[in-house]
């Protein structure tokens, strides 16, 4: 039986399945708090955050880790705006997650009184529904439309509480009569499989296609096992965006990896010459790392109807679960017998991993980023849990960081926020308290809120059935990503006044904390400091001194940003020099290792056309063939034109 409002609302969030509330204390919000330690041991477990934004971060985190709705909680006035960020975070990403905020009492309400801000107003863009609590008979069924809201449709809702109404009496149950609402928490079953109809359509396209590729995001992280049986049934490629990294996984040779901005050259390759694209729980945004208009017939597989047929023009559109959309439509695709166009895929995907290493083991000036987490990549544990920060950080993470089966990893995607990292890696330690994490930060994250959520790391890990928690900071002293598309997108030289991060000891704050430290200036000590965090028996941080002189060069760079590259060291950028000399140490790098995977998958590929002939002789030369032969240096796209018209039926 519920004492108060703020009981009742405990109440029901338990019995919603919420097992977490992230949150910070204030007087707007007392009530509330009260009545979650009332609640103790049986829940919510209420998680005091250092500061609003870390806790909208959490619930973000968690409902990603989870798939569960989550909740957070802040006070009136400045507390309930620090949770925006957070919020938006959330709603950009398509979480459920469900703010409490308090308010001033009713009778205060309209009067310009401290802390009150009009908060239907202020959570009326991030919020799909924002409703405040006037009596207690409203609290159940508010509760039970903002879960099940945000439950249905993968969004943020809030709910408002002014201080005098958490203190009343609760009313469990309304009175029957004119006016009021009878609620519950009964959960329905939601359709996630299009009609049969649609699935024809969809099957007719993708088994006419000659170049299949297949890009897949965060929609479809629960089909593993589908997304990799169609790319083998259609020999195709599969490229991920970037909240899909974890979707498949990068030692497969037909994966491609990261597409757009922060893209491979192998995915490009893969976009550029496709006939037939399949898209997957992607809402990727940028479409000039997609098939150009007319290139490529499309099938879209979504959840959410909306967002079918926004960022390419589909022939067939999909609504459904990707899973089970994916199994519905395996039956009716058949085996692509020519592989031709898997062969292909498969070597981009090799020279370009050849690119990468080549790329991460040029020297820098102390060490090159890229070896930081080449060299991490085989040390991770196979149940790790990534996060990473915006930044430069993001560009590796996306490139060079390969991800196996069963590993988990997400950032701030649709917002692009700086910060997330640390209380993503709080909120999944909460989730997932028996598997290691690894979070990536730049050192501007760090400072921005980093440095703050070091002190709920120092504070809960002993709670942690597992106490690994690795905190890379890759310190540059630099603002790096802004620092690079200041170059190449504005032509400007890197702006002093802005960019400039100034020195922390990271290392020696850890230890402070009573974690585990170590600053690593030199690359040859990358290998035995990661070994050395996973082995730790608590959280530990490692401080990486990096160049922020080596580029962050896109999978396919436009005259316009060579340009304004060009103009920006042309007009006095102080790194000028040691740019250039970077950028060329980075092309050769990768030119080098590129041509010894070309020149040895050619030698392979000769090897075995000899061995195929002596052992079939009817066999036709063509069929032998390598695919560099078949398609052409000079111009890949024409060759595999004629290829696919020789082939059409």
Not at 76 to 102: C, E, F, K, T
Not at 146 to 153: C, G, L
Request: with cysteine.
């Amino acid at each position: 039986m519920s004492d108060t409002v703020s009981d009742h609302l405990v109440q029901r969030l338990r019995e919603w399945g919420v097992r977490f509330v992230y949150g910070y204390p204030g007087d707007g919000i007392n009530g509330v708090i009260g009545a979650l330690q009332r609640a103790e041991p049986e829940g919510p477990t209420y998680v005091q955050t250092r500061h609003e934004e870390l806790a909208a971060f959490m619930a973000c985190a968690h409902a990603k880790f989870t798939g569960e709705v989550s909740v957070c909680l802040a006070t009136s006035g400045p507390g309930a705006i620090h949770l925006l960020n957070g919020l938006y975070d959330a709603r950009l990403d398509h979480q459920p997650v469900v703010a409490i905020v308090g308010q001033q009492a009713r009778s205060s309400l309209g009067g310009d009184y401290q802390q009150e801000v009009d908060l239907p107003a202020l959570f009326g863009d991030v919020a799909e529904y924002v409703q405040t609590v006037m009596v207690p008979a409203q609290l159940r069924h508010v509760v039970d439309r903002a879960m099940r809201m945000a439950i249905r449709q993968r969004t943020v809702t809030c709910i408002v509480l002014p201080s005098d109404v958490q203190r009343l009496p609760a009313v469990e149950q309304p009175p029957h009569r004119h006016g009021t609402l009878h609620s519950g928490i009964g959960r329905e079953a939601r359709a996630v499989v299009p009609p049969q109809a649609d699935l024809e359509a969809a099957a007719r396209v993708l088994n006419a296609g000659q170049r299949v590729a297949i890009l897949v995001g965060a929609g479809a992280l629960g089909a593993t096992d589908e997304v990799i049986e169609l790319a083998e049934r259609l020999g195709a490629g599969v490229a991920k965006a970037l909240l899909g990294k974890a979707a498949v996984p990068d030692d497969l040779p037909f994966v491609t990896g990261a597409i757009g901005l922060l893209g491979t050259d192998a995915s490009w390759d893969l976009m550029a010459h496709c006939d037939t694209l399949l898209m997957v729980g992607s809402h990727f945004p940028y479409a000039e790392f997609l098939p150009q208009e007319g290139q490529a017939r499309g099938v879209q597989i979504d959840w959410e109807g909306c967002r079918l047929g926004l960022r390419y023009p589909m022939e067939v559109n999909l609504e459904g679960d990707s899973a089970t959309t994916l199994r519905a439509l395996l039956p009716m695709l058949r085996q692509q017998p020519d592989r031709r166009w898997r062969e292909r895929v498969e070597s981009q995907v090799a020279r370009w991993w050849a690119v990468v290493e080549g790329r991460a083991m040029v020297a820098a000036h102390p060490i090159n980023p890229q070896r930081v987490f080449w060299e991490l990549s085989p040390r991770l544990p196979d149940d790790v849990v990534i996060t990473c920060d915006s930044g430069s950080a993001t560009f590796w993470y996306a490139r060079d960081l390969k991800m196996r089966r069963g590993m988990m990893g997400s950032l701030s995607g649709g917002l692009a926020s700086m910060g997330p990292a640390l209380p993503y890696a709080l909120a999944s330690k909460r989730a997932h308290p028996s598997r290691p994490v690894v979070a990536l930060v730049g050192d501007g994250a760090m400072q921005m809120n980093g440095i703050n959520a070091l002190i709920s790391v120092a504070h809960d890990w002993p709670q942690w059935r597992d106490p690994r928690l690795v905190v890379l900071v890759l310190r540059n002293d630099d603002l790096n990503m802004v620092t690079w598309e200041q170059r190449a997108t504005e032509g400007d030289p890197r702006a002093s006044i802005s960019q400039f991060v100034p020195p922390f000891p990271y290392a020696d704050y850890a230890r402070l904390l009573g974690l585990a430290a170590r600053t690593v200036r030199d690359p040859e000590a990358l290998a035995s400091a990661w070994e050395e965090a996973f082995n730790a028996d608590r959280p530990m941080l490692l401080e990486v001194v990096v160049d922020a002189n080596v580029p962050l060069v896109p999978s396919h760079l436009t005259g316009q940003q060579v340009w304004a590259y060009g103009a920006a060291l042309l007009q006095g950028d102080r790194d000028a020099l040691a740019t250039v000399l970077a950028s060329a140490r980075q092309w050769w790098g990768g030119w080098c290792a590129a041509a010894a995977e070309s020149s040895a998958m050619r030698s392979g590929g000769e090897a075995q056309v000899e061995s195929v002939a002596e052992s079939s002789p009817s066999v036709a030369p063509s069929a032998a063939e390598p695919l560099g032969s078949a398609v052409g240096e000079e111009d890949p796209g024409a060759a595999l034109d004629s290829w696919s018209r020789d082939r059409s039926p």
